[in-house]
């Protein structure tokens, strides 16, 4: 057995310099470089997902938006993908399960929009932090409310990142581990676990989405 399930979280590899964080350039290797006439699979299930975030940004801005407009929350879910699934794979290090990676991550998208919003739409900002409709009484509540729910947005998001990438690793590794005990139902546990790894694709995607959109609608929030 593992003496412990979170060394596989570990980032360092020796005393000078972490090799595990090299991970990170390996999703250089996947990007879906238009070299050939005909595209391939990847390059087709690429240009799907991005029509795909196409459309739902199309729906969160209510108007007529195009690849420019978008390029960085398309990129931010690409590089959040590629991080999670290329981590699916034996001896790679899951870099968006560790809080530095998710935390500075979601704070620099936080802060840019922040900061445009207080440059260019000061007024849609403090509009946003009292409902319509609230009693005169529960204004001042109702901002305090407002305030921290928005201060707090960026350790959300890399909570609900960080949290389900670990739990996931360590539900894979759990099993994986029991293989070793329990030879008479081997190919049981094996087939749990294939299952388990195609959920954990499905979970990579998933938390990869919603990271994207909620960046997006907190930014759709400085021109609603």
Known sequence: MMTNLFSIFDPSTNNFFSMNWMSMILLLMYFPFMYWMMPSNFNMMMMNIIKILMNEMKNIYKKKINYKNCFMMISLFMLLFLNNFLSLFPYIFPCNSHLSISLSLSMIMWMT?????????????????????????????????????????????????????????LLLTLISNSINNITLFMMLIISIQSLLMILELAISMIQSYVFSILITLYASETNN
């Open 113 to 169: 929009i922040m900061m445009f919003t207080i440059l260019k739409n000061k007024k849609k900002m403090f509009i946003h932090l009292t409902p319509q409709g609230t009693p005169n009484l529960l204004m001042s509540f109702m901002v305090l409310i407002e305030t921290i729910s928005i201060l707090i947005r960026p350790t959300t998001l890399a909570i609900r990142l960080s949290a389900n990438i670990i739990s996931g690793h």
